[in-house]
C-alpha cells in the first residue's frame, strides 16, 4: 500500500491525491494496490461523469475563448470573462487528465501514477478562476459607486492589467506550493511547503471575503438600496456565476483545508472528495451556460452565439416595472458610445 503523504501538499491537493491513490485496498503480486468490487465500480461511474462534465465544459469555454478573443470587441467586463473562461478551460483539462488517468488504472487493473505536475495544473487556474470573479464583482461595484472616476478617470488597460498581474501572482504561488510540497519528485521540504500552503490559504480566505461583500453590496443595490439599480444582463451574469462558483466550486477549496487539518483517509471522506470535485468541473462548466442563458432569455430565436454573447454582457436596463420599457434617457449608454453621454444617462438613472 502506498504510504498516505502527510506534507499537505500544494493547496491541500496533495491530500486529495493521496486519497484517490489509495482508496484501493488489496496487493498483487507486484506489491501494487488494486481496487475491489464494488468500489471500483462507483469510482469508475465517478471518473465517467467528471470526464463528461469536462469534456461539456470544454466545448463551452472555447466557444466562449473564441468569441471573446477573436469575434467581439472586448470592453472593461468582457476582458474578466476572457480570462476567467481561460481559467476554467485549464481546470478542466485537469479533471480530463485526472479521470482518463483514474479510468486507465481501473479498467487495465494495473497501477497508474498520477503526475505531480497535475497538482499544479488542478490549483492553479482554481485560484485564478476566483481571483477573476472577485475581481468582476469588484469593478461592477466600483462602476456603481464612484461612476464619474469609473468613465473619466480609470486608466484604459486597467482590465488587462489586473488580469496579467492576477495569472501571474497565481502562477507564482502555485509554482513555489508545488515545488516545496513534492512537485520536484523529491522529499518535500515541510516548512516551507507549510508556508506557501498557509500565504495561498490566507489568499484565497481574502478573494472569498472581497467577493462575498462586492456580491452582497451588488445585491443590496438592487433591491434594498433607496437607490436602487435596474436588473441588467451583466448583473443577472456576475450574480449566476457567483452563485454557482459559492455552491459548487468553493467546497472543493474547503475541503482541501480540511483534510490537511484532520488527516483522514476514510472511505466516507474519500466519497465526499470525489464528489466535490466533480462539483467543482460543474462550476467550470456551468459558466458558459450562463452566459448563453442570460443572453438569450427573452430575445428573438435563430440569433447567431455571437450576438447572444454579447447581450449576456450588456449593462442597458431593457425592463422597468410592471413590464414596461424604460424610457432611452434613463438607460445607461454602452461603452461604445460618447463618455460624456454615458454619464448623464447613468447619473440621471440614479436620480
Same mark, same amino acid.
Request: overall charge positive.
Given at each position: ?6 506534507n499537505?501538499g ?8 493521496? &486519497?484517490? !491513490? &489509495?482508496? *484501493?485496498?488489496?496487493t498483487n ?7 475491489q ?10 471518473? *465517467? ?6 469534456l461539456?465544459g ?15 470587441r ?7 470573462? #476572457?480570462?476567467?473562461a481561460?481559467?476554467?478551460?485549464? @481546470? ?11 479510468l486507465?488504472?481501473?479498467l ?5 501514477? #498520477?503526475?505531480r ?6 490549483a492553479?487556474p ?12 469588484t !469593478? ?10 469609473h ?14 498581474? /492576477? ?13 516545496n ?38 445585491? @443590496? ?12 444582463? *451583466?448583473?443577472?451574469?456576475?450574480? *449566476?456565476?457567483?452563485?454557482? @462558483? ?8 474547503i ?7 484532520i488527516q483522514?483517509?476514510?472511505l466516507?471522506?474519500?466519497n465526499?472528495t ?18 448563453? @442563458? ?8 435563430g440569433? &447567431? /452565439? ?6 449576456? /454582457? ?13 424610457p432611452?434617457? &434613463?438607460?445607461?449608454?454602452?461603452a461604445?458610445h460618447?463618455p ?9 438613472? !440614479?436620480?
Amino acid at each position: 500500500m502506498e504510504e498516505r503523504s502527510t506534507n499537505g501538499g500544494f493547496l491541500h491537493m496533495n491530500t486529495t491525491i493521496s &486519497t484517490w !491513490e &489509495t482508496e *484501493l485496498t488489496p496487493t498483487n503480486a507486484s506489491n501494487q494496490a488494486l481496487p475491489q468490487w464494488p468500489f471500483k465500480v462507483k469510482i469508475l461511474i465517478l471518473a *465517467l461523469v467528471d470526464l463528461i462534465i469536462a469534456l461539456v465544459g470544454l466545448a463551452g469555454n472555447a466557444a466562449v475563448l473564441w468569441l471573446l478573443g477573436f469575434r467581439m470587441r472586448r470592453n472593461t467586463f468582457s476582458i474578466y470573462i #476572457l480570462n476567467l473562461a481561460a481559467a476554467d478551460f485549464l @481546470f478542466l483539462c485537469s479533471h480530463i487528465m485526472h479521470s482518463l488517468l483514474k479510468l486507465i488504472q481501473l479498467l487495465q487493473s494495473i497501477y497508474v501514477y #498520477l503526475p505531480r505536475f497535475l497538482l499544479t495544473l488542478t490549483a492553479f487556474p482554481y485560484i485564478v478562476g476566483l481571483s477573476m470573479l472577485s475581481a468582476i464583482s469588484t !469593478e461592477r461595484c466600483l462602476s456603481i459607486v464612484w461612476p464619474i472616476w469609473h468613465h473619466y478617470h480609470r486608466p484604459r488597460h486597467l482590465s488587462a492589467a489586473i488580469c496579467a498581474l /492576477l495569472w501571474a501572482l497565481s502562477l507564482l504561488l502555485s509554482f513555489l506550493g508545488g515545488y516545496n510540497c513534492g512537485i520536484r519528485f523529491e522529499k518535500s521540504n515541510h516548512y516551507w511547503c507549510e508556508t506557501f500552503n498557509s500565504i495561498i490559504a490566507g489568499w484565497t480566505i481574502v478573494l472569498c471575503v472581497v467577493l462575498s461583500g462586492s456580491s452582497l453590496a451588488l445585491l @443590496f443595490r438592487l433591491f434594498c438600496s433607496s437607490r436602487r439599480m435596474p436588473l441588467t444582463r *451583466l448583473y443577472a451574469t456576475i450574480l *449566476l456565476s457567483v452563485l454557482v @462558483f459559492l455552491l459548487c466550486g468553493l467546497p472543493l477549496g474547503i475541503l482541501q483545508f480540511v483534510l490537511f487539518s484532520i488527516q483522514n483517509d476514510s472511505l466516507n471522506l474519500q466519497n465526499l472528495t470525489w464528489t466535490l470535485f466533480i462539483l467543482s468541473g460543474i462550476n467550470s462548466s456551468t459558466n458558459p451556460i450562463i452566459y448563453f @442563458f442570460v443572453g438569450s432569455f427573452r430575445w428573438k430565436r435563430g440569433q &447567431t /452565439l455571437q450576438l447572444v454573447l454579447q447581450k449576456a /454582457l450588456d449593462d442597458r436596463a431593457e425592463m422597468g416595472k410592471l413590464g414596461k420599457r424604460i424610457p432611452p434617457e &434613463t438607460v445607461e449608454v454602452p461603452a461604445s458610445h460618447s463618455p460624456s453621454n454615458s454619464l448623464s444617462t447613468r447619473v440621471h438613472s !440614479e436620480k
